[in-house]
């Protein structure tokens, strides 16, 4: 995080101060909760307040109440869904590398280079940390490190649409591999009645690690998942309005079979356990 923030004092025409001032805030409530613990709700308090402010700031003038409410739950659930899909060794690093990547190759092709090298200088610090953080780590990301990122992921997919760089939906199927699994996940663990706030290991990539492929080949999966995600994403931004939502549905389509074979995996698992 030190690297991207240094990085982008050379860029021109960098981001609006709101965001500078959101990742410093996060990054050091999430070093406090990782080296003290912090409550849960004094963590879910100041994620809301600043997705609640980047989004009026944003949103509010042109699209009212409505949309920024919307887009304040969307991206406080994606900062802490990215902190609950980071417990591979890779795995969220893996993400930033190729989601940022996907976001700056995007603004490059629209024209936007200096919203492009913001994304691009993101993909690089997490390029570098991915040496040190694949199977077997030898460092962690860290709430430091995860709650800032999806905020980012956030902040900059919605910028960027604003900007005009991308449709709105691009930013969605980027970062897919995450938000499927870390959704479907809450909302099977809610509906069972489970406290859907404590650490679990339900999530589908950490039951890869569990069925036997551990973390390598876990995070190798994941990858060609991510790159087929946004390499998807890269083409039908270019298509016209039908063939773009024919690429969002298939890729409903390839998570639910995924999550369903998964699911009947380690039901028959059990009867034999």
């Known amino acids: 995080m030190s690297g ?11 981001l609006p101060l709101l965001i500078w001032v959101s ?15 912090l409550p849960v709700w004094s963590r879910l308090l100041l994620h809301g307040a600043i997705a609640a402010a980047l989004s009026f700031v944003m949103l509010f003038d042109t699209y009212g109440w409505i949309i920024t409410a919307m887009s304040t739950v969307a991206i406080t659930w994606m900062l802490n869904l990215y902190n609950f ?25 629209s024209g936007n280079e ?30 430091a490190g995860s709650i800032p990122l999806g905020f980012l992921a956030a902040a900059l997919g919605l910028a960027g649409w604003i900007q005009g760089n991308w449709p709105l939906w691009l930013p969605l199927l980027v970062f897919s591999p995450f938000i499927a699994d870390a959704s479907v996940t809450l909302v099977k663990r ?3 009645g489970a406290k859907v706030w404590q650490a679990h290991r339900e999530h589908y990539y950490q039951q890869m690690v569990q069925s036997g492929l551990g973390h390598r080949n876990t995070a190798l ?4 998942l991510m790159l087929a995600a946004g390499v998807s ?30 699911d009947r995996y380690w039901k028959r698992r059990a009867r034999e356990i």
């Open 4 to 14: 991207i923030l240094v990085s982008w004092t050379l860029i021109p025409d960098s």
């Open 23 to 37: 990742v410093a805030l996060l990054m050091t409530l999430s070093f406090a909760d990782d080296v003290f613990g």
């Open 85 to 109: 899909m980071d417990g591979s060794d890779g795995l969220a690093g893996g993400m930033a590398l190729i989601g940022f990547g996907t976001y700056g190759m995007v603004a490059w092709s």
């Open 114 to 143: 200096s919203f492009a090298m913001i994304n691009f200088c993101i993909a690089a610090a997490a390029a570098a940390f991915l040496l040190f953080n694949f199977y077997p780590a030898r460092i962690f990301m860290g709430d």
């Open 190 to 192: 809610g509906l069972r």
């Open 221 to 224: 999966f994941a990858y060609m």
């Open 233 to 262: 994403a890269i083409w039908a931004a270019k298509q016209d309005a039908s063939v773009q939502l024919a690429v969002c549905v298939a890729w409903c389509g390839i998570y639910a079979v995924m999550m369903l074979a998964s």
